[in-house]
């Protein structure tokens, strides 16, 4: 029989004073609401839903990786752009995880071609020099990364910038700032990182060997599948491999993934099938995380065609998973899969 295998995202950890005895309730309810989501999708797409016998797995990880971040932070500062973009002396683990949240942010607005105007950068008191080029009202510097910038306009530009994706998303700017954290502390700390990759790795060993295996992960679940499928996947057979949400096409991301080779495009994990749509990515443009997509052509793909990239429309809420999984055309491969063990070709 295929097993489901959900990897949810970040941000899914309990309210502060649940009791420990109820974090169990708490993951079972999210496997509901994406299961939920997931059969209302097949409905539309006229499939089966997915059976009640099937094994659908949920490692939940929200509140282990929400304990491994506070005990980072609880012992040391935490990953501040503003105090990081000084170049005051941090720790080394602190350092590499502000390395990979300024990444984040310039790879995010660089795609969205953000250029704030001098108002928003509060530049009124900043004159550049006698014949020094500016743009747009902005003193020269502006078009490098934004910790590059004259320091005294690396923070307004940092807030400027996390306000303006804010609006992009319909989200507040703390919001905006808290994902990019979390992304950068799975990326960057290497025992967030573990702790993860631990919990989601031990709940596929679970799962026999010779049972075909439906792997769907949103948002940074989807950079915890790569890794997952990259390291502790291999002899498996994996019917189909589907992402919503997904910030993978970022190049910060693809350098810091497992199996990650510099500035090139990372590889497809060898355990995904090297056939035509073995992997299903669903994309909604309005989705700030998920900016650079399709993923096809942004990653080493074992065989034309092998990822399979489906615009949908997510809702009111373009990032949240349900609105992906409600679409008939991500829900329909999945179903499929399911049912069948692996993906008709395409």
């Not at 905006?176 to 025992?191: H, S």
């Amino acid at each position: 029989m295929t097993t489901l295998f959900l990897i949810h995202g970040r941000g899914q950890h309990t309210a502060p004073g649940v009791p420990a005895g109820q974090v169990a309730e708490h993951a079972e309810a999210i496997r509901r609401r994406w299961l939920q989501a997931l059969n209302t999708g097949l409905h539309d797409a006229g499939r089966p839903p997915i059976p009640d016998a099937a094994p659908v797995l949920f490692p939940f990880y929200g509140n282990a990786f929400r304990d491994a971040v506070a005990e980072r932070e609880g012992t040391g500062p935490g990953p501040d752009l503003a105090r990081w973009s000084t170049g005051e002396p941090l720790p080394a683990d602190v350092q590499a995880v502000c390395e990979v949240k300024a990444g984040l942010v310039h790879d995010v607005t660089e795609s969205l071609r953000f250029e704030p105007d001098s108002a928003s950068l509060h530049t009124e008191s900043l004159h550049p020099a006698a014949g020094e080029p500016t743009a747009r009202g902005v003193p020269a510097g502006v078009g490098r990364p934004w910790w590059e910038l004259d320091e005294l306009l690396r923070v307004p530009w940092l807030r400027a910038a996390l306000q303006f994706l804010a609006e992009r998303a319909g989200v507040s700017a703390r919001v905006i700032e808290e994902y990019f954290t979390d992304v950068a502390y799975y990326l960057g700390c290497a025992e967030v990182r573990q702790t993860v990759l631990a919990i989601v790795e031990r709940a596929l060993a679970d799962v026999p060997t010779e049972e075909p295996v439906v792997v769907v992960g949103h948002s940074l679940g989807s950079v915890v599948a790569h890794d997952a499928l990259t390291r502790g996947a291999q002899g498996r057979t994996i019917a189909l491999v589907a992402t919503t949400g997904s910030p993978l096409g970022l190049p910060v991301v693809q350098r810091h993934l497992l199996g990650g080779a510099g500035d090139g495009p990372v590889p497809v994990p060898a355990v995904v099938p090297d056939r035509r749509s073995a992997w299903v990515n669903g994309y909604d443009v309005r989705d700030v995380v998920a900016i650079l997509n399709p993923l096809a052509p942004r990653l080493d793909q074992a065989v034309t065609g092998q990822i399979r990239d489906v615009r949908v429309s997510a809702g009111d809420e373009p990032h949240a998973v349900i609105g992906y999984l409600e679409d008939a055309a991500v829900a329909e491969p999945i179903g499929r899969a399911v049912h069948s063990g692996s993906p008709a070709s395409r």
